[in-house]
């Protein structure tokens, strides 16, 4: 329905490990075209944790491109912890930023886009259902296990597996050593939390 007002949400890390049990690399130029052409785009969420301290951090030439190239980049640094084994782990959940950003942009949206297979996510899906939002999960089931959760598949009104998608949103193996060109302007520093007028389009 070409009138019907998108966003997507994209969970970086769970995408990133979706796309990789499937043996593929998703191409964002791609992906914000292909929801394009399927509505009125309002805006595209994705949400990633970064390391602090980290010279090179191998995401961060995505962070960047993403951020030039029409979406809206969400991060937050990780936080170390010693666990009760008194192994160091790394955390970095995204969930409440991403859960933040969806009901605050729900008046102004008829279709969620949630690109992640994380249990966690079913309450935000009621939610935003409550709301009058149609929501559709895009993970997969073909995978061994399967990246989403049974519960998160239910509560959506679509799933969407993202295996039907590569042929749209794959990029091609002989593109993957290429680096886009950043010819860009840096865009004035903004809060990447904050809502944006959501009449604008991406």
Do not use: C
Request: net charge negative; hydrophobic share 35%; aromatic share 10%.
């Amino acid at each position: 329905m070409q009138t019907e007002r998108t966003a997507l949400f994209i969970d970086g890390a769970n995408l990133y490990a979706t796309a990789k049990a499937l043996g593929f690399d998703i191409d964002y130029k791609r992906l914000l075209k292909e929801f394009h052409t399927r509505g009125y785009l309002v805006r595209a969420f994705y949400y990633t944790a970064l390391i602090e301290d980290q010279e090179y951090s191998s995401i961060r030439p995505l962070i960047d491109w993403l951020d030039y190239n029409g979406y809206r980049v969400v991060t937050k640094p990780t936080k170390e912890f010693v666990d009760s084994t008194g192994r160091r782990k790394v955390k970095g959940n995204m969930d409440i930023e991403l859960a933040i950003d969806a009901l605050e942009l729900a008046p102004y949206i008829n279709h969620m886009v949630l690109f992640s297979g994380d249990g966690d996510f079913r309450s935000l899906v009621e939610a935003m259902q409550r709301r009058g939002v149609r929501v559709s999960v895009v993970s997969t089931i073909t995978s061994q296990p399967p990246m989403v959760a049974d519960e998160l598949r239910r509560q959506a009104d679509e799933f969407i597996d993202i295996v039907t998608l590569v042929p749209k949103i794959g990029r091609d193996p002989s593109e993957r050593a290429e680096r886009p060109a950043r010819t860009f302007e840096r865009r004035p520093h903004r809060d990447p939390g904050a809502i944006d007028d959501p009449s604008q389009d991406v």
